[in-house]
C-alpha cells in the first residue's frame, strides 16, 4: 500500500465533505444545537491544522527531487515543529533514506529513532525498527540490532525481521541460532519463496553438522 497516496486522498476527501457540508453543518449548529458549538468549533480548527500539516507535508517532500541540501533542512525543522504525529514519522523516514544514499549511517540512525518516536502506528513503527536493525548490522552494532528487534511487531513483519535476526547471528559467529532465525523467517514468509534467504538458510545448513 502507498501510504502517501493513501494519505492524500484521505485529506482531499476531508476537504470535499468540509466544502459540501460545512454550511449546512454551521446552519443546523445556529438554528437548534448551540450545545455542541464548542465541539463544532474544535472539530473545525483541528481539521483545517490537519490539513495545514499535510499541505506543509507534501511541500517539504517534494524538495526531496529538487533541493537536497533545502529538504535536510526544512525536514527537520518539519519535524521539530510537528512532533508526535505520523507525519514527522513519514518525513524522518524520508530524511533517513536520503541519509542512506550519502552513507551518512549516523544521521540515518537518528532520523530512524525520530520515526520510531513521532508515531503510534504499528506498522509505521516496525518499518523504522527494521531499517535502524539494518543500519545498526552496517555499523557492526549487533547486539544493539538484536535489542532493536526485540519486542512485538505485526505478523506482517515477522519474516523480515528473523532474517535480520539471522543476519545478526551469522555476523556474531553463531552459525546455530542464525539458521533457526533463517527457518523462522521462511516459515513466516507470506510472498512465496524467497531466493536469497533460502540460499542463507541452504549455505548455513551446508556448514552446521547437524546432530545424528
Not at 540515518?108 to 509505521?124: F, H, P, S
Request: hydrophobic letters at 40%; glycine letters at 6%.
Amino acid at each position: 500500500m502507498d501510504i502517501h497516496q493513501t494519505e492524500e486522498q484521505q485529506v482531499e476527501q476531508l476537504k470535499r465533505i468540509w466544502n459540501e457540508y460545512g454550511n449546512a453543518i454551521i446552519a443546523g449548529l445556529v438554528l437548534g444545537f448551540s450545545g455542541f458549538i464548542g465541539y463544532g468549533y474544535y472539530k473545525d480548527n483541528k481539521l483545517s491544522q490537519e490539513i495545514e500539516v499535510s499541505e506543509n507535508y507534501q511541500q517539504v517532500i517534494t524538495l526531496l527531487e529538487q533541493d537536497d541540501e533545502a529538504f535536510q533542512t526544512r525536514g527537520q525543522d518539519f519535524i521539530k515543529n510537528n512532533s508526535g504525529t505520523s507525519y514527522a514519522s513519514l518525513t524522518a523516514l524520508a530524511l533517513a533514506k536520503d541519509s542512506a544514499e550519502h552513507k551518512d549511517w549516523a544521521q540515518v540512525e537518528t532520523y530512524l529513532n525520530q520515526a520510531i518516536e513521532n508515531t503510534t502506528n504499528k506498522a509505521m513503527q516496525a518499518l523504522a525498527k527494521l531499517r535502524l536493525a539494518r543500519v545498526q548490522l552496517e555499523t557492526k552494532q549487533i547486539e544493539l540490532a538484536l535489542k532493536t528487534l526485540n519486542g512485538e511487531f505485526p505478523e506482517a513483519f515477522n519474516a523480515e525481521r528473523e532474517e535480520i535476526k539471522g543476519d545478526a547471528y551469522v555476523l556474531n559467529g553463531d552459525k546455530a541460532k542464525a539458521r533457526t532465525a533463517y527457518q523462522a523467517a521462511l516459515d513466516a514468509s507470506s510472498a512465496g519463496t524467497n531466493p536469497v534467504l533460502q540460499m542463507k538458510f541452504d549455505n548455513l545448513a551446508e556448514q552446521i553438522v547437524l546432530p545424528k
